[in-house]
């Protein structure tokens, strides 16, 4: 019975408000920190968004990252972006989850965790940079698609570096160590 009450190691009620808090920090992130560029804007959401796919998995890492960061786009009247925002930044946040897990598994210690999250972080914002690549190239052309690579490059790799570090510093806090282990152990033990 208790197994269908939790979700990797978490009460139901817990995972969705965790969900609903890093989909609000996706939106504040996303708005407190906005540079205008010529087709569309620079900003550090992307830092929960990969915060978002550690934390609280693929599944609803991915639905936080979405929701929010569409939000956002939505709020700073880039709406014809939410779409692409929308399934983009869900992808990032699953791909950072399940690349995560999969780069750590041959590491046999804890001290060089940040190795799988820099690279799941790098895969999932290349995905990103990707993708509006080819949403602009739909909207503006070529021309106007390879101007904004820059400035998705620059978001994707200063958002990355951020997420690590954050991580890095918050993960070995004794509460949030065992926090997170303890979900660890419990998902290792299901499989």
């Known amino acids: 019975m208790k197994n269908m009450l939790t979700l990797h190691g978490f009460a139901h009620a817990k995972q969705l ?14 708005l407190l920190i906005t540079i205008p560029l010529p087709t569309g804007y620079f900003n550090v959401g992307d830092v929960f968004v990969l915060l978002a796919g550690w934390c609280l998995g693929p599944f609803y890492g991915a ?14 009247g880039f709406a014809v972006y939410a779409p692409i925002t929308f399934f983009l930044k869900g992808a990032v946040a699953f791909l950072t989850a399940i690349l ?24 999932a914002e290349s995905v990103m940079v990707l993708g509006y690549f080819l949403w602009e190239l739909l909207l503006y052309g070529f021309g106007g698609a390879i101007i904004a690579v820059l400035g998705n490059v620059l978001q994707g790799a200063c958002c990355s570096v951020c997420a690590v570090v954050i991580v890095s510093i918050l993960y070995p806090i004794k509460g949030t160590h065992r926090t997170v282990k303890a979900k660890e152990n419990r998902k290792n033990n299901s499989f």
């Open 17 to 30: 408000t965790l969900t609903a808090m890093f989909a609000t920090l996706c939106l504040i992130g996303t």
């Open 63 to 76: 639905v936080a990252g979405a929701v929010g960061s569409a939000l956002a786009d939505v709020v700073s």
């Open 100 to 123: 995560y897990r999969i780069f750590k598994r041959p590491l046999n210690t804890e001290r060089f965790l940040f190795i799988p999250r820099t690279f799941s972080a790098i895969i």
